[in-house]
């Protein structure tokens, strides 16, 4: 009898202990896996979980020369000449920069100066006039990865003027040749799609993940990574099966459920969530041994490799109050925000701002006549009585832009002396170390434009 | 193209969290709401007048220095509100109905506008007017009224529990759940430390304020005075009474944390709070008066601008200890 008492308590503090250790385990799993800082938007992606369309073939693209970070691309056609799609219009100039393609065939009309929807700067721009043949270009051939070395695999990517499709658009061969010393063992596949309304890359996991995996799998080759992570923010929970399913096979790859918060996709937040490591601001993930792609940006690179079809096309999510018909659209590069606007049904109202990009780090656009390029993922448009005259008020040192940043700055103390010009002192505090997130100026009651004030002092330190 | 001439340019973020300074200050007068109802129970109407006449006049007087000075009016923020009112909750609802005027005059007028009004000023401006009544009028400013339920026929005012406490009267049977639900002599605002809990819940709900700054604050009071009774009396229920007595909820929850006058970071808080605790104590156990909350927040707050020197957040990838 007194063994048969003892047993059960025996096994019940035994398991007692496992359950007490894996909920250690969970719980210090749940405090590793999130970055300091951060907020968390309102989920206003109406345009996901829709399938995505093909746009009508536009009549007029405007393919700027400088899509990417780096040198612009040099022209190597002629006001008058004919072009096809896929032939390449403009050299990359140096190593870092990025060929340029027709989207359509047809004429050049004009080369000029024309609006560029990042950075508020004019690029030197090719209009193109279609002939509605939507001819390829000669010479596009399709491989076997297998027949292909290395470096041939990175030439084609060079060649395809393939470049981050995330929004920084960097050029992806660079991001590929490993400098001497250096080795990979971790690719991160961006997934996460942070920015509240943009649905550019959910869609394209639903509908290409062979696709992108296949991309991945080429870059984890070119790289000799050991291994890949695919984070996927957990509001995107169909897109994390269906990469599940994709990935089956794969021993070395793994989807990473991420906690819903912004800015989860940024490649510093990506790598503390996933590996547990922060990058500090002075060094690159390359560093670390890791390389961040985006989901389309494999999806582009595969593209390029098997089909030898060069950048020319993206998926662009459409969406914001002031649309009628929110849209994940297959765009070609070049063509213009109004004849995208009219795809999907035009504005549904007096409409307030057109933003290239999401609503926390895109740029607004004083005029409809921009292009998507390469990097853009999103066109919102937001209704007239959602953007309002925003007056700041004086800081109440509430102390929520702390809270806020992801990095670990102040950002009203930076603001307050860049403010008064004193940039020597504001220096102290780092605002080298912002990448411009806009968590701050978002969470700030007082309405302070904490985001430009810091750039203020960036630039001036920048340029001191 | 005449359609594109009416997109907004801005930089970005192109959206912004619904929270504003004013939305902020409306919410903390409404937290405040339940402790001058309980006030008013306890006390009778004269508390809730008393209540009024501070609020508006703290109002009244900033709209007045604006106007003189020709600045934005800008009273519909609410902060000259939450000054006027906790002013008033921190006085006896017995003093003549002019005192709280000039407290709130004082407040706005020495300790806001003159530092360059809402987010410039660096001490309390509802204590600095109580610090100022109560230098000025000691009388009547340590004159409690009893609560109604308690008053005796000819006994209508009486001492604090603190106070009697101080005067080695503490064998007077102290009801804690007395004192919990505001059925003891004090101030206004003070006396139901239930109807502030009500208040601060919402304000924590809300994250106007964290719990760093009150925690620690209450927290560094209680473990002094259960320090003092380990080696004193041993009568931990003392540590009860300390906490719901004078002032300390009231200062803890909802003037300790005045954004604009305590610590920016969460760890600056918690520094914050432990000195406001250990001055509190200090001042109980060995000062003139028997209340410490009032001048232990505005010494800290004093203090505030070196604590956010030292204590800053951690830049990520940079470890502290380099």
Not at chain 1, 324 to 343: A, D, M, Y
Not at chain 2, 161 to 184: C, M, P, Q, V, Y
Not at chain 2, 206 to 221: A, E, L, M, N, Q
Not at chain 2, 273 to 293: D, F, L, M, Q, S
Request: hydrophobic share 45%; aromatic share 6%.
């Amino acid at each position: 009898m007194l063994i048969g008492n003892r047993f059960p308590s025996t096994v019940q503090v035994f398991f007692t202990l496992m359950r007490m250790n894996k909920a250690i385990n969970f719980s210090s799993k749940l405090i590793i896996k999130r970055f300091q800082g951060g907020v968390y938007l309102k989920d206003e992606k109406a345009s996901s979980r829709k399938r995505i369309e093909d746009a009508e073939l536009p009549s007029k693209v405007t393919i700027p020369f400088h899509q990417h970070i780096g040198t612009p691309a040099s022209p190597i056609i002629e006001v008058g000449s004919q072009v096809k799609k896929g032939q390449k219009i403009a050299e990359a100039t140096g190593f870092v920069s990025a060929n340029v393609h027709s989207s359509i065939s047809g004429k050049v009309t004009s080369i000029g100066k024309n609006l560029y929807p990042a950075l508020g700067r004019a690029s030197i721009a090719a209009v193109i006039e279609s002939n509605g043949k939507d001819e390829w270009v000669e010479g596009i051939e399709t491989h076997d990865p297998d027949l292909l070395t290395d470096q041939q695999i990175i030439e084609i990517i060079m060649e395809a003027g393939i470049v981050g499709m995330g929004g920084a658009a960097f050029p992806n061969h660079v991001k590929l040749t490993i400098p001497e010393g250096k080795k990979i063992e971790t690719i991160l596949l961006n997934g996460a799609e942070c920015e509240s309304y943009v649905t550019a890359d959910h869609a394209l996991m639903l509908e290409e993940p062979e696709k992108i995996i296949d991309g991945l799998k080429l870059v984890m080759r070119v790289t000799k990574a050991k291994n890949a992570f695919i984070g996927i923010e957990k509001n995107k929970p169909d897109a994390i099966d269906i990469l599940n399913k994709a990935i089956h096979s794969e021993k070395n790859i793994k989807v990473v459920p991420l906690k819903v918060k912004y800015p989860q996709g940024w490649e510093n937040m990506l790598i503390k969530a996933i590996l547990h490591k922060e990058v500090p601001p002075s060094k690159l993930p390359l560093d670390f041994g890791i390389i961040i792609s985006n989901v389309s940006t494999t999806n582009a690179i595969s593209n390029a490799v098997r089909l030898g079809h060069p950048l020319i096309e993206r998926v662009v999510s459409i969406n914001g109050s002031g649309i009628v018909k929110p849209k994940n659209l297959r765009v070609r590069i070049g063509t213009l925000f109004s004849e995208l606007i009219r795809q999907c049904g035009g504005f549904s109202g007096e409409v307030g701002k057109i933003i290239a990009g999401g609503p926390m780090m895109g740029f607004s656009m004083s005029d409809m006549g921009v292009p998507v390029t390469k990097g853009t993922n999103n066109v919102l448009v937001l209704s007239k009585d959602e953007v309002k005259d925003l007056q700041p008020n004086a800081c109440i040192r509430c102390g929520r832009c702390i809270d806020a940043c992801p990095v670990g700055l102040i950002p009203r103390t930076i603001a307050l002396l860049a403010q008064k010009g004193m940039f020597k002192e504001a220096e102290s505090y780092f605002p080298i170390d912002c990448k411009e997130c806009g968590c701050c100026a978002y969470v700030c009651p007082s309405k302070i434009p904490l985001v430009q004030l810091i750039q203020f002092a960036k630039t001036d330190i920048i340029t001191r | 193209m005449q359609e594109s001439k009416l997109l907004t340019i801005s930089t970005s973020p192109h959206i912004r969290d619904r929270d504003s300074v004013p939305k902020i200050m409306w919410t903390v007068v409404i937290s405040l709401l339940p402790a001058v109802f309980a006030g008013t129970y306890f006390f009778g109407l004269r508390a809730l007048l008393i209540v009024f006449i501070g609020t508006v006049s703290s109002i009244a007087t900033e709209a007045l220095i604006q106007r003189i000075l020709h600045k934005k009016i800008t009273v519909y923020d609410g902060s000259a509100a939450v000054t006027g009112m906790l002013l008033a909750m921190v006085i006896p609802s017995g003093v003549p109905l002019w005192m709280p005027i000039i407290g709130s005059f004082c407040a706005i007028a020495f300790a806001k506008a003159p530092f360059g009004g809402i987010g410039y000023n660096i001490f309390n401006p509802a204590l600095i007017g109580r610090a100022i009544l109560l230098a000025s009028f000691p009388v009547a400013m340590t004159t409690w009224q009893l609560p109604l339920p308690m008053q005796a026929v000819d006994s209508v005012t009486g001492a604090t529990t603190l106070a009697i406490i101080k005067e080695g009267h503490a064998d007077h049977a102290l009801s804690i759940w007395n004192l919990f639900i505001g059925r003891s002599g004090g101030s206004i605002g003070e006396t139901s430390e239930l109807a502030l809990l009500i208040g601060a819940i919402l304000l924590l709900v809300k994250r106007y304020i964290t719990w760093h700054i009150p925690v620690s604050f209450i927290g560094t009071v209680a473990l002094i005075f259960g320090i003092k009774e380990l080696f004193g009396d041993r009568d931990f229920a003392m540590i009860m009474v300390q906490m719901f007595s004078g002032g300390l909820l009231l200062g803890a929850f909802f003037m300790a944390t005045d954004m604009v006058t305590s610590p920016l970071t969460k760890t600056g808080g918690l520094i914050f709070g432990a000195g406001t605790g250990i001055i509190t104590c200090i001042i109980r156990i060995k000062g003139g008066y028997p209340e410490g909350v009032c001048y232990a927040i505005l010494l800290m707050n004093a203090v505030t601008p070196l604590i956010d020197r030292y204590v800053k957040p951690r830049r990520f990838g940079i470890s502290r200890k380099k």
